[in-house]
């Protein structure tokens, strides 16, 4: 039994395709009708076939029997005409006959098409009726299956007897269904075929507002367009004016977050001055210590108000950034400023787009670039790949790696620490890999440390992508 809320194994091959499924569903349903339609329809035309068949063997055998007499001496007399021209023809599968059933009679009549005697099985093999009659399947003269219509009449008074058999061709009549079958089959499929068909542009043609509703989300999500334009059906309408509501609500959201940053900033920009002017004023220790807090207090202050910036931005749906472009320029602009490093650059072929804002990306790759220029000691490369996945769940690798001396496993997470310095002699604040760290966060992404090929530091971060 599958557990609550946990897909069983087939519906996880199922197609995610609600057009497939519609289609998939009404055709299974269309076939299994057909094939119900087709059984129901063969079986009632063999069984009227079967009737009629059997009905026309019984009356030519009534007509058989008032067509025979019997003579004085007990010979058996009479020309039958059953008025079907295939009982004149040889080997047809139509034959009758009439032989002596009791002492004293004498004789045998038969049809023309009747070239040998047909044998017919014993009495206790198929046993006759009540009324003296029974009916069984034989071989014919040509190999043929005949149906046997058999019944022994009394002629005269004398109770002189008299089998009469009228043989019909079985195999004949299977020939005529299979032909039936055959042509009830072609015009169920071909009925069946233009039905799915019909089916497929009913459902294509009431599932094209959904399609204009997911072309419609990829321009919001491209960024050129900011809500669900159009008209839709009356069942998609409702959908349609929710998701331009949280879009508005969305962009509210950020617009007050960003003027919430706005305002702290501000407020929190004077102070901060002043106790740093008031810090180096001061001099000595005291000032020292004064101005070297305030320094760290406008780091810190900057640090969570991007925090907040990006999470605001990271619920946002309209912020996309073109990656190629944005590496192309930063490899150019590290390249210019270290002559005695060598970059290589690597892209996809396809445009790859980041689902956050540009200045976020440019601060990553910047500070991730920095750090492997510091360290490196003649080369530096930057490659970008797209990780395949479904659109909601798309990713963009960005892979930097210097060949300096890297960094142990074992020391990798300090690294990453606000203001952790692993080496005193080399400049910089410390603060590089942990903004990294944090943006990457903030976005749902990962950072990753490793040891390159040449031996350096590899880091690698994975961001959200779009299609």
Known sequence: MTRPGRKSAWWRFWPR????????????????????????????????????????????????????????TGRLTGSPDLGDLRFSEPNSGWYWSVEPASPGVSGELHSPSMIQPIPSPTAAEVPFNSEFQRSYITEGIDGEEVEVFESEFVLDAKNHAARFRVMGNETELESEISR?????????????????????????????????????LAMIREGTAHRLDGRFPAEIEPLANETNALIENNKRIVERSRTQVGNLAHSLKTPLAV?????????????????????????????????????????SVVYRTAVKPLAQRMARVMQKLNPNIRFSLSLPAQEVLFAGERADLEEMLGNLLENAVKWAKASVSLSVRQIEGDEADMWVE??????????????????????????????????????????VNEYGGSLALERSASGGLRAVVRLRSIA
């Open 398 to 439: 960005f892979a930097i790696e210097d060949d300096g001396p890297g960094i142990p496993e074992d020391k990798a997470r300090e690294a990453m620490k606000r203001g952790r310095r692993l080496d005193e002699t080399k400049p910089g604040t410390g603060l590089g890999l942990a903004i990294v760290t944090d943006l």
């Open 275 to 315: 106790l740093l002017n008031e810090g180096r004023a001061l001099g000595g220790a005291k000032g020292k210590l004064i101005a070297d807090q305030a320094v760290s207090m406008q780091g810190q202050v900057e640090h969570y108000l991007q925090r907040a910036r990006v999470a605001a931005q990271r619920d």
């Open 17 to 72: 395709s609600l057009t497939f499924r519609v289609i998939a569903f009404s055709t299974i349903w269309a076939v299994l009708a057909l094939v119900v339609i087709f059984t129901l329809i063969n079986t009632l035309y063999r069984q009227a076939s079967e009737r009629g068949f059997d009905s026309l063997l019984s009356a030519h055998l009534f007509n058989l029997i008032g067509s025979v007499g019997i003579s004085e």
């Open 180 to 216: 039936f079958q055959g042509r009830l089959l072609t015009y169920l499929s071909l009925f069946g075929v233009g039905m799915i068909a019909i089916n497929a542009i009913a459902i294509l043609v009431g599932l094209q507002p959904l399609r204009r509703v997911r072309n419609a």
